[in-house]
């Protein structure tokens, strides 16, 4: 099956897999995470919590990089651990677990 993603033109190319996340936004543009299906409401699509970051030229989940834009209501006490848990949730540090393979 083919799906056609749109990226930003000066994001990086994606990383083999198990390589660090270089922020390329492959994954979360083909599908959401459990923690971007939740967000977004949706199983299918990109992730309403993707961030394009243009000063690093990179993605970034939203709700690691700005929990309060993704939920207004979260109380600015819970603002660090929001990012905990979603730095968890997504599988930061891990490597790149997409077995997508994005062609040009």
Known sequence: M???IYLQPDAPNKP????ACNGCGVCCLA???PLGQLVSGRRRGACDALRWDAEHAR???GVVADPQGIWPRLPA???PLARRLALRWIGAGGGCDADLVPLA
């Open 77 to 79: 006490p819970a603002v």
């Open 59 to 61: 993605y970034r989940c």
């Open 2 to 4: 083919h799906q056609i």
């Open 16 to 19: 083999a897999w198990g390589d």
């Open 31 to 33: 599908e959401p995470c």
